[in-house]
């Protein structure tokens, strides 16, 4: 059984304990509910931005802890200053360290696009993505069928949020393309055994139609890798790590940015 195997079992528990908890009602008569989400793609191609979606996260699987003391709100409002195109917020709570408060306090700080960053696979957390503020949910293909893929996409736009694919190889490209996403984000991480690639991105870039937003994600530490992924054709880029392993992710940034 590899990490997602486990993720995904764990994650139906968590579900499950969620629905018994918070009904759907509560779920839509959430403030954030009647908001109309920020567009992804505006925000990603604006020319005032850099494309990137600075990531808060404070531990993983493959690195344990990253950063155990960082504030939500200090972070990604310091991410947003230094230019970042939208945010992404873990709210996995078991492997990542994440919890609802996080998105909910990025949110109170900040008037860009935000993922909610997390193992999609029951219609209920994009409900829940919804009422917390968030403007993007994540579909993993490895995890889900081109039907649910489909079906969470369509949910999702009916509501009117933005929908990232992630997929990691051809297959899972060709297998997942749906009129419901928005964009296409390219793991350079291998979820299954942790290796990372960035070659992965330029392997599939051209692969991905151009109607969708190309994301690459993952394992990227270096301007200059953002200037060849934009040459490549790539739109926007997920970093996590190589902010948050600092003793301060919102310098870090600043200074990444100054070099792109
Ligand atoms: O990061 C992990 O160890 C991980 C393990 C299992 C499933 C997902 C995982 N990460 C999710 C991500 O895709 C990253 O958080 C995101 O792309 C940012 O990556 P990085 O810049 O390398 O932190």
Do not use: C
Request: net charge negative; proline share 3%; no cysteine.
């Amino acid at each position: 059984m590899n990490i997602l195997d486990k993720i995904v079992i764990r994650k139906k528990e968590e579900i499950a304990d969620a629905k018994a908890l918070v009904s759907i009602t509560d779920l839509e008569n959430s403030p954030h509910f009647k908001r109309k989400p920020y567009s992804f793609k505006d925000f990603l191609l604006a020319e005032d931005r850099t494309g990137i979606i600075a990531e808060f996260k404070r531990r993983s699987p493959s690195k344990g802890l990253i950063n155990g003391i960082a504030d939500v709100g200090e972070v990604t409002q310091a991410y947003n200053a230094a230019g970042a195109s939208a945010l992404s917020v873990l709210t996995d709570v078991d492997f990542f360290g994440g919890k609802t408060d996080d998105i909910l306090a990025a949110r109170a700080a900040n008037n860009i696009p935000i993922l909610r960053k997390d193992f999609m696979i029951d219609e209920y957390q994009i409900l829940e993505a919804k009422a917390w503020g968030a403007d993007i949910i994540l579909l993993i293909a490895s995890i889900l069928t081109p039907q649910q893929i489909n079906d969470f996409g369509k949910f999702a736009h009916n509501l009117g949020l933005n929908v990232l694919l992630e997929v990691h190889n051809h297959e899972e490209l060709e297998r997942s393309i749906s009129p419901h996403l928005d964009a296409i984000g390219v793991n350079n991480r291998n979820l299954a055994d942790f290796t990372v690639d960035i070659q992965t991105s330029f392997d599939l870039v051209n692969k991905i139609p151009d109607k969708f937003l190309k994301i690459s994600e993952s394992a990227i530490s270096d301007p200059q890798t953002i200037k060849e992924l934009k040459a490549a054709g790539f739109n926007g880029f997920l970093i996590g790590e190589n902010f948050m392993k600092t003793d301060n992710p919102g310098a870090s940034i600043k200074e990444f940015v100054a070099q792109i």
